[in-house]
């Protein structure tokens, strides 16, 4: 799609753009060059994920285009980076028909599966051996795109594979979608292509974050999530989740009159590589071409290891005879193409049966129902309760005890129970029956009108300490090493700890005396509990357990103030300044620190020699990586890369998606490729190892 004299030119620009834009002198006459630059950006960054500009260089100039076209509207073009904007709610999904049928594919579980395919197609086309090309199998919802004289007009969902709902707008706000693409330079017309919505993980867990923060139900899966935000009739909304794209087919094109098929469309992984070339998000970095079956089949077994890795899901290959004049020839049944096949990897589904249902008290009072189930491996775990969240949640599943239930894990997500399997109950199943009192200290249970949650409001009721506690110690929290939630329940019983400022003046004497504690084991969580002092403020907000206050929005509220107790200062007006703080949230946190007890208590943390203080801006390397940036290749040592992805933002690093100019830190593992290059050309990128990088967070 660049040249490398139009990636210089545009880069040129870029600085020439900036700096006019600083000085005040852009004027309608840049109106071409600055559009053309922020689509470039875009395309760096969502496409190449290797950003040229910081996300401020990009607002500005995105500002001053919205200026110049806001003043001059006859100038706005429809593919300009602003008409991803949509105002208003959209009313209905109109139907949309796909110019061709969206077919699904044939699965296959094992080699053989494969071997078979591959002796079919030969069968069928008379050949020796057949060329594929073999890409990950997307898992999010699929889409059909519809360009017209290069711009896009249509983007709609697969409905029943013959028409779908239209959801352009929604379509409009995922950034790896291009608004225009220059397929006439191959002598197309209309051009239909196929892909996939995704959520990448890391936003996932974002959002899961949020709603739970809410009081709400997570969802399932990431493939939920994409799929039901291309619904969502609030386009703002569907922005806000960071939606990306994967584009893997051309289903059906036409020619611009006197054109012929290019030479690009005569075979996939070359269509992949067109659409590329023009800007779009296709596999080509993943793609493989191989022939015969063999190779086909280590290449998928090598993919599935390196899964987890991968920032989004897939959940198989897809395997295609590469050529198109062979893929006519094999042609499709009523269900799917003939010339295709997808590999899926293990299931992170299973079914289980449902024994039975326990309540839990957590730490806000808040009644849990908790689904017992025959024990299940999932996803390379065994599974045998999950939170089943509350009242309606189980209404709304219909589930009851005896039933035969689908149980999803996805990636590092919480199991979560899809749904109940109604087709196979016997007559015999249970409701589940939610009870009227708390089943650790009978005090009558109430629910808030707006709220789907029963909960104990005995402030005294000891499930309620004791899960304060545990919670504080817990490993996303102060991470006490060597307390656990049953230690924390055995002292809570022998009245040796009460509550959290009990943590630190626990009497180890008493301790000593215990069965299963060792000199070593006390010594331990002594140890332990002295290091817990030193955690970062955003610890201890979410330690705290306040209502509504996650992870995400302890470390918002930590850099938002020099001492925790400033907290009191502020109003829920002044509190909703703050990113993502809504009413709900601002009246919380208001009302925590409006408490007297819940300030007594935090001035006794001081005293115990807790941080209340934002260290942030004082310390520089132990363990704080503000305004630092990272990247990971290859395989690490002992750390998987979620972990490590994880502890940079644990200490306020950030994770960056390329090798650019930005970058401070690449950690480099076994088998680091193209990064490592680029970033030893670079010259301005620390490259280190796990070890390293595991000193420089004071970890070792
Ligand atoms: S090709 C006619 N390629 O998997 C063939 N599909 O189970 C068109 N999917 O409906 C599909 N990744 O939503 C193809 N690389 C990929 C894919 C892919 C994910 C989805 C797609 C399809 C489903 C079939």
Same mark, same amino acid.
């Given at each position: 799609m660049?040249?490398?004299e139009?990636?210089?030119?545009l880069q040129?620009l870029t600085?020439?753009?900036v700096?006019?834009?600083k000085?005040?002198?852009?004027s309608?006459?840049?109106?071409?060059?600055? #559009?053309?630059? +922020?689509?470039?950006?875009e $395309?760096?960054y =969502?496409?190449?994920?290797?950003?040229l500009v910081?996300?401020?260089?990009y607002?500005?100039l $995105?500002?001053?285009?919205?200026?110049?076209?806001?003043?001059?509207p006859?100038?706005?073009?429809n593919?300009?980076?602003?008409?991803? %904007?949509?105002?208003?709610?959209?009313?209905?999904?109109?139907?949309?028909?796909?110019?061709?049928p969206m077919l699904?594919l044939?699965?296959?579980?094992?080699?053989d599966?494969?071997?078979?395919?591959?002796?079919?197609a030969?069968?069928?086309?008379?050949?020796?051996?057949?060329?594929?090309? !073999?890409?990950?199998?997307?898992?999010?919802?699929?889409?059909?795109?519809? $360009?017209?004289?290069d711009?896009f007009v249509?983007?709609?969902t697969?409905g029943?594979?013959?028409?779908?709902?239209?959801?352009?707008?929604?379509?409009?706000?995922?950034?790896?979608?291009?608004?225009?693409a220059?397929?006439?330079?191959y002598?197309l017309?209309?051009?239909?292509?196929?892909?996939e919505v995704?959520?990448?993980?890391?936003?996932?867990?974002?959002?899961?974050?949020k709603?739970?923060?809410?009081g709400?139900?997570?969802?399932?899966?990431?493939?939920n999530?994409?799929?039901?935000?291309l619904?969502?009739?609030?386009?703002?909304?569907v922005?806000?989740r960071?939606? &990306?794209?994967?584009?893997?087919?051309?289903?059906y094109?036409?020619?611009?009159?006197?054109?012929?098929?290019?030479k690009?469309?005569?075979?996939?992984?070359d269509?992949?590589?067109?659409l590329?070339?023009i800007?779009f998000?296709?596999?080509?970095k993943?793609?493989?071409v191989?022939k015969?079956?063999?190779?086909?089949?280590?290449?998928?077994n090598?993919?599935?290891?390196?899964?987890?890795? +991968?920032?989004?899901e897939?959940?198989?290959?897809?395997?295609?005879?590469?050529d198109?004049?062979?893929q006519?020839?094999l042609g499709?049944?009523?269900?799917?193409?003939?010339?295709?096949?997808?590999?899926?990897?293990?299931a992170?589904?299973a079914?289980?049966k449902?024994? /039975?249902?326990e309540?839990?008290v957590g730490?806000?009072g808040?009644v849990?129902?908790?689904a017992?189930?025959?024990?299940?491996? !999932?996803g390379?775990v065994? !599974?045998s309760?999950?939170?089943?969240?509350?009242?309606? =949640?189980?209404?709304?599943k219909d589930?009851r005890?005896g039933?035969?239930?689908?149980?999803?894990?996805?990636g590092d997500?919480?199991?979560?129970?899809?749904?109940?399997?109604?087709?196979?109950r016997?007559?015999?199943e249970?409701?589940?029956?939610?009870?009227?009192?708390?089943? %650790?200290?009978?005090?009558?249970l109430?629910? &808030?009108?707006?709220?789907?949650?029963?909960?104990c409001?005995?402030i &005294?009721?000891p499930a309620?300490a004791v899960?304060?506690?545990?919670h504080? %110690?817990s490993?996303?929290a102060?991470?006490?090493r060597?307390?656990?939630?049953?230690?924390?329940?055995?002292?809570?019983?022998?009245?040796?700890?009460?509550?959290?400022?009990?943590?630190?003046?626990?009497?180890?004497?008493?301790?000593?005396?215990?069965?299963g504690?060792?000199?070593?084991?006390?010594?331990?969580?002594?140890?332990?509990?002295?290091?817990?002092?030193?955690?970062?403020?955003?610890?201890l907000?979410y330690a705290?357990g306040?209502?509504?206050?996650?992870?995400t929005?302890?470390?918002?509220?930590?850099?938002?103030?020099?001492?925790?107790?400033?907290?009191?200062?502020?109003?829920?007006?002044?509190?909703?300044?703050l990113?993502?703080?809504?009413?709900k949230?601002?009246g919380?946190?208001y009302?925590?620190?409006?408490n007297?007890?819940n300030?007594?208590?935090?001035?006794?943390?001081e005293k115990l020699g807790?941080? +209340?203080?934002?260290?942030?801006?004082?310390?520089?390397?132990? /363990?704080?990586?503000?305004?630092?940036?990272?990247l990971? @290749?290859?395989?690490?040592?002992?750390?998987? #890369?979620?972990?490590?992805?994880?502890?940079?933002e644990?200490?306020?690093g950030?994770?960056l998606g390329? %090798?650019?100019?930005?970058l401070?830190?690449?950690? !480099?593992?076994e088998?680091?490729g193209?990064?490592?290059d680029?970033?030893?050309?670079?010259? @301005?990128?620390?490259?280190?190892?796990e070890?390293?990088f595991?000193?420089?967070?004071?970890?070792k």
């Amino acid at each position: 799609m660049y040249s490398k004299e139009k990636i210089k030119e545009l880069q040129k620009l870029t600085n020439e753009l900036v700096k006019k834009n600083k000085a005040g002198s852009i004027s309608k006459k840049e109106i071409v060059q600055l #559009r053309d630059t +922020l689509r470039y950006h875009e $395309y760096r960054y =969502y496409i190449l994920n290797d950003p040229l500009v910081s996300d401020f260089e990009y607002d500005q100039l $995105y500002k001053a285009l919205e200026k110049i076209e806001n003043e001059n509207p006859g100038l706005v073009t429809n593919d300009s980076p602003t008409q991803r %904007v949509a105002k208003g709610l959209t009313k209905d999904f109109p139907t949309a028909q796909h110019l061709v049928p969206m077919l699904s594919l044939d699965n296959s579980y094992n080699s053989d599966d494969l071997i078979d395919f591959d002796r079919k197609a030969r069968e069928l086309t008379g050949l020796k051996e057949i060329e594929y090309c !073999v890409e990950p199998k997307f898992d999010g919802g699929s889409i059909s795109l519809l $360009y017209e004289n290069d711009l896009f007009v249509r983007g709609a969902t697969r409905g029943d594979g013959v028409e779908g709902d239209e959801v352009t707008t929604n379509i409009k706000q995922i950034r790896s979608i291009p608004l225009s693409a220059a397929f006439s330079e191959y002598g197309l017309l209309q051009v239909e292509i196929r892909g996939e919505v995704l959520i990448n993980k890391s936003n996932f867990k974002k959002y899961n974050e949020k709603i739970i923060e809410e009081g709400l139900p997570p969802l399932a899966n990431p493939r939920n999530a994409a799929a039901g935000t291309l619904r969502i009739k609030d386009p703002s909304e569907v922005a806000k989740r960071n939606l &990306e794209a994967f584009v893997y087919h051309v289903s059906y094109f036409s020619l611009l009159k006197g054109k012929k098929v290019p030479k690009e469309l005569t075979n996939h992984s070359d269509s992949l590589k067109m659409l590329w070339d023009i800007g779009f998000r296709s596999p080509e970095k993943e793609k493989k071409v191989f022939k015969g079956i063999d190779a086909v089949i280590k290449y998928c077994n090598g993919f599935e290891v390196k899964r987890d890795d +991968l920032p989004y899901e897939i959940d198989g290959m897809v395997i295609k005879v590469n050529d198109f004049a062979l893929q006519d020839k094999l042609g499709m049944t009523s269900h799917h193409p003939r010339w295709a096949i997808a590999y899926k990897f293990k299931a992170r589904q299973a079914t289980s049966k449902l024994l /039975g249902v326990e309540f839990q008290v957590g730490r806000t009072g808040a009644v849990t129902p908790v689904a017992k189930l025959e024990p299940v491996g !999932v996803g390379g775990v065994t !599974v045998s309760s999950i939170s089943i969240h509350n009242e309606d =949640y189980i209404k709304e599943k219909d589930l009851r005890i005896g039933d035969a239930v689908l149980i999803e894990r996805a990636g590092d997500v919480i199991p979560q129970i899809v749904k109940s399997l109604a087709d196979a109950r016997t007559g015999k199943e249970k409701k589940i029956v939610f009870p009227k009192t708390c089943p %650790v200290c009978d005090s009558k249970l109430f629910k &808030e009108e707006d709220e789907a949650v029963w909960r104990c409001i005995n402030i &005294e009721c000891p499930a309620q300490a004791v899960e304060r506690i545990i919670h504080f %110690v817990s490993k996303d929290a102060m991470d006490i090493r060597g307390f656990g939630d049953a230690n924390v329940r055995k002292f809570y019983e022998l009245d040796l700890l009460k509550d959290i400022p009990g943590i630190y003046t626990l009497d180890f004497k008493k301790i000593g005396g215990m069965e299963g504690f060792g000199q070593k084991s006390i010594d331990n969580l002594q140890l332990a509990i002295d290091n817990s002092k030193k955690q970062p403020l955003h610890r201890l907000i979410y330690a705290l357990g306040i209502r509504f206050i996650g992870e995400t929005t302890a470390k918002t509220l930590a850099q938002a103030v020099n001492h925790l107790l400033d907290l009191k200062k502020l109003s829920p007006e002044e509190l909703q300044n703050l990113e993502d703080v809504g009413p709900k949230v601002a009246g919380s946190i208001y009302h925590f620190f409006s408490n007297k007890d819940n300030i007594k208590l935090l001035e006794q943390l001081e005293k115990l020699g807790l941080q +209340l203080k934002n260290q942030k801006k004082e310390m520089t390397s132990s /363990g704080n990586l503000k305004d630092q940036t990272f990247l990971f @290749t290859g395989t690490l040592p002992t750390l998987k #890369r979620s972990e490590a992805e994880a502890m940079v933002e644990e200490n306020g690093g950030q994770i960056l998606g390329g %090798v650019s100019a930005k970058l401070n830190y690449l950690v !480099v593992g076994e088998d680091a490729g193209s990064k490592l290059d680029k970033a030893k050309k670079l010259n @301005t990128v620390k490259i280190i190892s796990e070890d390293e990088f595991l000193k420089l967070i004071g970890k070792k």
